[in-house]
């Protein structure tokens, strides 16, 4: 069976020119990406396909998920998300099965599923998690873009503070709603739901659902969090419902691996391999 990074970004060079060809944000001028939330430098080389391979060899893993996050605000200008499918589509093709994607916010063939950001999630899904079902595909919820940060805020507020929040409303929405609001389709919460595991005990005291029984269509994926955090995600759900994610290239992929091979072999097996093997096939 092979292993899975079931979280990455990878910019194909049809997304890039509908980057640099755009007037307003989102935006590439240079190696400069513009955001609402920033500008950011960013190394363009890590989107070419051949260093991605030379990448998944490093790490061990047979297969990347992709997916354009809805921080790049294609929900808003879709011709992003169309360059995207063009692209991504091409780069799958020439990858020799090293990659697969998850489309953006739409049901396509040959996709993985579809990645939607928490606010999509809340707002409902009734009828992508339709067309999914049908497809036999998943959900994969990210974070979107962030709230306006305060005034002088570090640099890191919006991934630290915001899109975690963005997660946790997510979960927290699907826990209330149960899995028949998204017609029983797997579902797989980025960022282990923003660490929503921590929240359960509060949930429980404040009058909340019995969220440590859930039905299992769930997932958590573990992009950026080390031993601690992962220890707390399987003391409360058990290795069934962990997926492993970097979102390389945004994050290092090494600390998450290094923690991971700390419970040992057998478990990184489960979450690399055997928990998204028997998800995506």
Not at 94 to 100: A, F, I, M, P, V
Not at 117 to 136: D, K, T
Not at 208 to 216: H, N, W
Request: proline share 7%.
């Amino acid at each position: 069976m092979p292993s899975f990074d079931v979280h990455q970004h990878l910019w194909p060079e049809e997304l890039l020119a509908a980057l640099a060809n755009r007037r307003e944000i989102p935006r590439i001028r240079g190696s400069m990406l513009e955001l609402d939330e920033g500008r950011f430098e960013v190394d363009l080389d890590v989107h070419r396909l051949d260093r991605r391979l030379e990448q998944l060899d490093r790490d061990g893993v047979d297969v990347a998920i992709i997916s354009l996050p809805p921080t790049m605000c294609w929900e808003a200008a879709r011709e992003l998300a169309v360059a995207y499918h063009e692209g991504i589509e091409r780069l799958v093709g020439e990858s020799q099965g090293r990659l697969r994607a998850f489309a953006c916010g739409e049901c396509r063939p040959g996709y993985a599923g579809a990645c939607i950001s928490g606010r999509r999630l809340i707002a409902g899904v009734n009828g992508l998690a339709s067309e999914l079902a049908e497809a036999g595909q998943a959900l994969f919820v990210h974070p979107g873009p962030p709230e306006p940060a305060p005034v002088d805020a570090p640099p890191w507020w919006a991934a630290i503070v915001d899109y975690t929040a963005q997660m946790q409303a997510a979960f927290a929405w699907w826990i209330t709603q149960g899995p028949g609001a998204t017609h029983g389709v797997p579902i797989v919460f980025s960022i282990l739901a923003g660490g929503s595991p921590i929240q359960l005990e509060r949930l429980r005291g404040r009058g909340g659902p019995d969220a440590e029984s859930l039905d299992p269509s769930f997932f958590l994926e573990t992009a950026s969090y080390g031993h601690r955090a992962l220890e707390l995600c399987l003391a409360t759900y058990g290795v069934g419902q962990l997926l492993y994610g970097s979102d390389v290239p945004v994050v290092d992929s090494r600390p998450t691996l290094q923690a991971l091979a700390g419970f040992g072999d057998a478990l990184k097996d489960v979450v690399m391999t055997e928990n998204p093997t028997a998800l995506f096939g």
